[in-house]
C-alpha cells in the first residue's frame, strides 16, 4: 500500500480558475455578451461526464453534448464567473497561458480526465495542436510543481507532455488522485511504478 499524499486534488476546494487544466489540454474559453463559456471535446463519454462533474462541484452549470462529429463534448453555460480565466488565457484571440502559471492540484486532474492516458509505462497530457506557442510554457508550468515531461508528437496533430520515470508518474498520481471510475483507469497515471 502507498504512502497517502495530503498534497492531491481531493484536498482543495473547487474554484473556477481548475478550469485552466482544460484549457492547458485542448479546450477552449469563448467570451460574449452573456459571459464565457468553457468547452471541451473529448474521446470517451467518461470523460465528459466526469469534467461536467468536476464542472458542477465548482458551482457553475455544466452539460455534456456532441460535437458536430457526434464526440462528446463538455461545456459549461455562458457565465461572467469565468471571464478572468478567458481574459488570463487569452493574448487577443489566441489561446497563451498566463506568465508564471502553477497547476492547481484540480486543474492537474482535469487536464488528466480531459487528455491524459498511459503510453508504454510512460505518461501523456495532450496539448492544443492549435495553440503550439503554449506548448513550452506548460512544460515549464509541470516542472514548477516538481514534474519534468518531454515536448513529444509537435509536428503532428496529437502534441504531449511525456512524463516517465518512477518518481515523476508517482508524484502525478499522488497530485491527481485515484481515477474516478473504472473506466478511467487505463487512461489513469498509474499508483505504483515496478
Known amino acids: ?13 473547487p474554484a473556477y480558475s481548475d478550469l485552466a487544466g482544460l484549457l492547458a489540454a485542448h479546450g477552449q474559453a469563448v467570451r460574449s455578451d452573456s459571459g464565457t463559456r468553457v468547452s471541451i471535446v473529448v474521446r470517451d463519454r467518461w470523460r465528459a461526464e466526469q469534467i461536467v462533474e468536476e464542472m458542477r462541484a465548482s458551482g457553475l452549470e455544466a452539460e455534456v453534448t456532441a460535437s458536430d ?35 492547481s492540484y484540480r486543474a492537474l486532474r482535469l487536464w488528466v480526465i480531459a487528455s491524459g492516458h498511459s503510453d508504454a509505462g510512460r505518461y501523456q497530457l495532450g496539448l492544443d495542436p492549435h495553440a503550439p506557442d503554449t506548448h513550452a510554457a506548460l512544460a515549464t508550468a509541470l516542472m514548477r510543481v516538481g514534474i519534468a515531461p518531454t515536448l513529444v508528437g509537435t509536428r503532428g496533430h496529437s502534441p504531449a507532455l511525456r512524463i516517465a520515470g518512477h518518481r515523476r508518474l508517482v508524484r502525478l498520481h499522488e497530485y491527481v488522485g485515484p481515477p474516478p ?6 487512461d489513469w497515471p498509474p499508483a505504483d511504478i515496478h
Not at 500500500?1 to 476546494?13: I, N, V, Y
Not at 471510475?181 to 487505463?186: D, G, L
Open 69 to 103: 462529429e457526434g464526440t462528446p463534448l463538455a461545456r459549461t453555460a455562458s457565465c461572467h464567473e469565468l471571464d478572468a480565466l478567458h481574459e488570463a488565457w487569452s493574448a487577443g484571440a489566441v489561446k497563451a497561458m498566463p506568465a508564471g502559471w502553477i497547476p
Open 181 to 186: 471510475n473504472a473506466a478511467a483507469v487505463p
Open 1 to 13: 500500500m502507498g504512502q497517502l499524499s495530503f498534497f492531491s486534488a481531493e484536498t482543495e476546494e
